[in-house]
T-cell receptor, first 113, second 112 residues
Framework: ETGVTQTPRHLVMGMTNKKSLKCEQHLGHNAMYWYKQSAKKPLELMFVYNFKEQTENNSVPSRFSPECPNSSHLFLHLHTLQPEDSALYLC????????????FGPGTRLTVL | GESVGLHLPTLSVQEGDNSIINCAYSNSASDYFIWYKQESGKGPQFIIDIRSNMDKRQGQRVTVLLNKTVKHLSLQIAATQPGDSAVYFCAVNSGGYQKVTFGIGTKLQVIP
């Protein structure tokens, strides 16, 4: 595997379910990010981790809980989501905290019923 | 607050022609600008960037123009190819991750 991988690629869940999204980067980067991409809306930065430490939380509701056990892995734990949380969730990584040097994964398409 | 928009949601271009995709921003303190390409089923891919101390930057078949006076950014793709079909969006950085604003995107359709 190369680059940034995300699993699952598609996820359908009910509002009472608990699920997790996984991201793995094989680039040796030290920073990882979660973004939300909704239809016809701009990309929204959710969380930033630098050397496993969370450095940004962009006012994300607590029903989204990130976890970064090491510099290569990033999780997004989901519970009691709402239908409006349906979106494409993108993970990215970078060596430094430079916006233009981020490599994105393919995303997880999440549908909340 | 910052707002970033694109003038055309969909752009259809004949193969071989040049494409121009536009982006407008509102914060005059913005100092770093990026264009991304997102193909169907894939994550965004960095194309080219430009800092506010420049007004033009060229890459391979792509050129970014920055007009700080009117707060306008454009991406020009020369000799558009079918592989250029994707959604293109801009990102504007005014310092720090909390001050990054992304555009909605323009879908580029290349007609063979």
């Amino acid at each position: 595997e190369t680059g940034v991988t995300q699993t699952p690629r598609h996820l359908v869940m009910g509002m009472t379910n608990k699920k997790s999204l996984k991201c793995e980067q094989h680039l040796g980067h030290n920073a990882m990010y979660w973004y939300k991409q909704s239809a016809k809306k701009p990309l929204e930065l959710m969380f930033v981790y630098n050397f496993k430490e969370q450095t940004e939380n962009n006012s994300v509701p607590s029903r989204f809980s990130p976890e970064c056990p090491n510099s290569s892995h990033l999780f997004l734990h989901l519970h009691t989501l709402q239908p409006e949380d349906s979106a494409l969730y993108l993970c990215a990584s970078s060596q430094g905290r430079v916006l233009g040097e981020q490599f994105f994964g393919p995303g997880t398409r999440l549908t909340v019923l | 607050g910052e707002s970033v928009g694109l003038h055309l949601p969909t752009l259809s271009v004949q193969e071989g022609d040049n494409s121009i995709i536009n982006c407008a921003y509102s914060n005059s303190a913005s100092d770093y600008f990026i264009w991304y390409k997102q193909e169907s089923g894939k994550g965004p891919q960095f194309i080219i960037d430009i800092r506010s101390n420049m007004d033009k930057r060229q890459g391979q078949r792509v050129t970014v123009l920055l007009n700080k006076t009117v707060k306008h950014l454009s991406l020009q793709i020369a000799a558009t190819q079918p592989g250029d079909s994707a959604v293109y969006f801009c990102a504007v950085n005014s310092g720090g991750y909390q001050k990054v604003t992304f555009g909605i995107g323009t879908k580029l359709q290349v007609i063979p």
